[in-house]
T-cell receptor
Framework: AQSVTQLDSHVSVSEGTPVLLRCNYS??????LFWYVQHPNKGLQLLLK??????LVKGINGFEAEFKKSETSFHLTKPSAHMSDAAEYFC??????????FGAGTTVTVRA | GAVVSQHPSRVICKSGTSVKIECRSL??????MFWYRQFPKQSLMLMAT?????????EQGVEKDKFLINHASLTLSTLTVTSAHPEDSSFYIC????????????FGPGTRLTVL
């Protein structure tokens, strides 16, 4: 069985400041982990993916995430938030049958 | 990444009617597609896995006779909500999995279903 816990339901940051979205996972085997972003009434866009290669994963739009097995975490960061980063973010884990389990989501708001 | 489309983007129907939602993989052949539903302010829940040429696999608690899935070709899967009721109102999203060992899924833009 696998699961994902996103530790913050809502994160508010000022434009130009760092963003940190926290995610912990549980998996019975070596998982694949993803971060997806969803803008209002839109589909999901893949930000980045971890698949047991480098533990620091770089994604699109300046986002990156670090896989820490000892902490079972996969936190998402961005050094400088932009207004266009306001959206819903999902941490996702994949099982061996390619089924995805989604976290509850973190809403990011960016203040001007 | 793969390009996935859904049609329609929005649909409003009367209670008791059936609604068909299409999911198309535009730039590659997808042997496996997934259907999710998302209630307002909530996360995505997997409903079923759609395999080309075979019966769909439904998640626990999802009524297969209510949510009919057909994956007749490598580029098209359809979800039919039969005898829709207001509680079926939701955002339905499909995804496709690329072939091979990769488990990356690419998502369609979603279909907003409102049942009156």
């Amino acid at each position: 069985a696998q699961s994902v816990t996103q530790l913050d339901s809502h994160v508010s940051v000022s434009e130009g400041t760092p963003v940190l979205l926290r995610c912990n996972y549980s998996s019975s085997y070596s998982p694949s982990l993803f971060w997806y972003v969803q803008h209002p009434n839109k589909g999901l866009q893949l930000l980045l993916k971890y698949t047991s290669a480098a533990t620091l994963v770089k994604g699109i739009n300046g986002f990156e995430a670090e896989f820490k097995k000892s902490e079972t975490s996969f936190h998402l960061t961005k050094p400088s938030a932009h207004m266009s980063d306001a959206a819903e973010y999902f941490c996702v884990v994949s099982d061996r049958y390619y089924k995805l389990s989604f976290g509850a989501g973190t809403t990011v708001t960016v203040r001007a | 990444g793969a390009v996935v489309s859904q049609h329609p983007s929005r649909v409003i129907c009367k209670s008791g009617t059936s609604v068909k939602i299409e999911c198309r993989s535009l730039d590659f052949q997808a042997t496996t597609m997934f259907w999710y539903r998302q209630f307002p302010k909530q996360s995505l829940m997997l409903m079923a896995t759609s395999n080309e040429g075979s019966k769909a696999t439904y998640e626990q608690g999802v009524e297969k006779d209510k949510f009919l899935i057909n994956h007749a070709s490598l580029t098209l899967s359809t979800l039919t909500v039969t005898s829709a009721h207001p509680e079926d109102s939701s955002f339905y999203i499909c995804s496709v999995k690329t072939s091979g060992g990769t488990d990356t899924q690419y998502f369609g833009p979603g279909t907003r279903l409102t049942v009156l």
